[in-house]
């Protein structure tokens, strides 16, 4: 078997085994021809009265189909498949009758082809209009990309992209030769999807045909002008070629060294690329005329390069040594441009044998180069899972030259994409999916409402579950109703109904979205309610929002909906406190006119009328306790016990707010009561609790409440009696005292 490399034409084929005997290889060769021979015979009387689209007759599209497949090294089986993929549309079962006839394993290429054939008719006729997820426009570039790998996707078999490159090529050539109109969305697509794919392959000659064709149809009067700027034809330009190459071949076997010269006559599309990815005038194309020299050491590339500067005159900006620096994808090469005789550019690139097998094969491949260059060319990105990809379809495509058809039927492809599949819209429209994805991430990677609506799907127009898995080429509709969310079951991985990440997050995302909507609403209630409360219902929610620090109403809502925003910031905002006096101004005034004023609670205030008093909780005052008065900010003059230790440390901390103040005369006549707390420790027992109440009853103290625990017979209580003389309460607690059980009654 030969090494994988380029393609040989059917005259340089091997058998599958070359130690078989002379007999038994005749007899395969003719069992191969008669099997070429048998499906022709077998098509023939199907479709010979049949044309394509094109116009052009069925069968000797066939014919000529598995001329180019004959050429391109392709097996007898492909070639046999050429006319066995027309007569699909004229069976009844078309697997079953063309597998009796011919096996299974043709059958399935037949069929697969056919059906190929069929998507692309229809990816064809939605190109005008096809959109990207949630109705983006979808680029030229993605779409075709997403149609490549369709291409080698869809049949998981590398014969069926074979047989879809050379009838593509043979459509061209049949416009060529008819000279009749081309539809653009063919030849557009025979550039952007055919050309790139068997370059990718490559299956050169299938490229540069393919690409000159589709371009010529394309833009004719470009075509034109480029073939006139060229100072030769261009058979003038492979045969100067040709001899340049035998020159250069001759004069490095001369020095020992052994070479392979290979001329790459440049074609018109390439330089037209060229010319408008670097933004390159024609005679700053150098690369035209090129040679590539493949010699085994590096030290005979630097010897090459060497003497072609010697016989050419080189220039000098146009050279690169990617041996010393490679390129980020590992390419090496050395690259220059010289000038001949006439001074016409030839670009020529030396290399070793390692460097060009990973120039052809690798990272560096020639298709990743020429589509997504370091140099910038327009083109598609590389992903590094494709490219190890593609390269091994570059390796089976070499081994599929070398295969008979017998041992074609045992390795009938390889199932390289199964990360990945490719399914259609109803209008064509490529969409990629990881593998086991079903009807809902389709509907969530067509667009995120019509994922939330889905409801039903058809998969090649019959209804299936909505976890039923997807499969390469299936065209998809969603049955969606006019408004609605997903269901939580979706988010069930035991039920199977998401594979794709992106798809499940979306899902989520609407739950927490209908989550934010109930805090929302919650936080906008309790908010419209305060300002009701507050008599400021005419505000509007947006400003109140801006001035509390929010960027809209409703995240205010949320926060108070979910509890991390007290309504009574709203309250402060619209009705803020009257300000204090600041400390200092306070105290300028703290001795002018000092007259004792009363307060309304019964304190007097040295020099101020109607201060704003209140007596602390910490220490709870009453008549006649010595009292000191701490000026606290915002809420006027806070009174407590002089012996209270909160009292002392504040003011050893802030002495200049320590003001005098004292009860005011006639107290009790006026009726006035203070809340104190009152702490008894007694021996537990039952009915302890009311003899102590009766206790204040007696003495017509209110008890306005009562704190109480037991520990391990000992009960401590606190009672808050409220009392207009601390005096008399001393007399109270030693009635306490007495009862029955009390240890301690004392004044807390």
Known sequence: MTTPGRLHGPTSRKPVDSDLPPVMLATAEVEEAGTLAKARAFAEPLISGESLDTGENILAHADAVAHILADMGGSVAMQAASYLVYTCPHLNKPEEVIAKAFGPQLAQLAIQTNHLVHVQRLSRAAESHIQGPDNTPLSPQVQTENVRKMLLAFSRDLRVVMLRLASRLQTLRHYAATKLLVPPALASESLQVFAPLANRLGIWQIKWELEDLSFRFLEPSTYKEIASLLDEKRTERERYMVALRERLQDALAAQGIQAQVDGRPKHIYSIVRKMRGKSLAFDRVFDIRALRVVVPQVADCYQVLSWVHEQFSPIAEEFDDYIAKPK????????????????????????????????????????????????????????????????????????????????????????????????????????????????????????????????????????????????????????????????????????????????????????????????????????????????????????????????????????????????????????????????????????????????????????????????????????PDAIGGFVTRGKGVSIHRQDCSNFRELASRHGERVIDVRWGEGKNAEGSVYPVDVSVEAMDRQGLLRDISEVFAKEKMNVIGVQTQSVKGTAWMTFTVEIGDADRLSKVLGTVRGVKGVRAARRR
């Not at 199964?418 to 209008?427: A, F, G, K, S």
């Not at 306070?586 to 304190?603: D, E, L, T």
């Open 328 to 623: 980020s994808n590992g390419y090496q090469s050395l690259h220059t441009v010289v000038r001949d005789t006439d001074g016409g550019p030839i670009e020529v690139q030396i290399r070793t044998q390692a460097m060009h097998d990973h120039a052809e094969n690798g990272v560096a491949a020639h298709w990743a180069y020429k589509e997504a260059g370091a140099k910038g060319y327009a083109g598609v990105s590389a992903n590094s899972a494709y490219d190890t990809k593609i390269a091994v379809l570059r390796q089976l495509l070499a081994w599929e030259r070398d295969l008979s058809g017998a041992a074609q039927e045992k390795a009938p492809g390889s199932p390289l994409f199964d990360d990945r599949i490719y399914v259609l819209t109803p209008d064509a429209a490529v969409v990629e999916l990881p593998q086991g994805a079903t009807a809902i991430d389709f509907a969530y990677t067509v667009h995120t409402n019509l994922g939330h609506r889905c409801r039903g799907a058809k998969v090649d127009g019959v209804m299936v579950p909505l976890n039923t898995p997807l499969g390469n080429g299936q065209t998809v509709e969603i049955t969606a109703i006019k408004e609605g969310g997903p269901s939580r079951d979706w988010l069930n991985p035991e039920l199977g109904f998401l594979a794709s990440p992106r798809a499940r997050a979306k899902v989520r995302a609407w739950f927490n979205a209908q989550v934010s909507e109930e805090t929302i609403a919650k936080g906008r209630e309790a908010v419209e309610k305060s300002l009701q409360r507050l008599g400021r219902t005419a505000i509007r929610l947006e400003d109140l929002a801006s001035q509390l620090g929010f960027k809209s109403a409703d995240s205010l809502f949320e926060v108070v909906g979910k509890d991390e925003f007290s309504l009574r910031n709203i309250e402060v905002l619209l009705n803020p406190p009257e300000p204090a006096l600041e400390p200092d101004e306070y105290f300028q005034k703290k001795f002018k006119g000092a007259v004792a004023r009363k307060s309304p609670s019964g304190v007097l205030v040295v020099g101020v009328d109607s201060l704003l008093t209140q007596l602390s909780k910490c220490c709870k005052p009453a008549p």
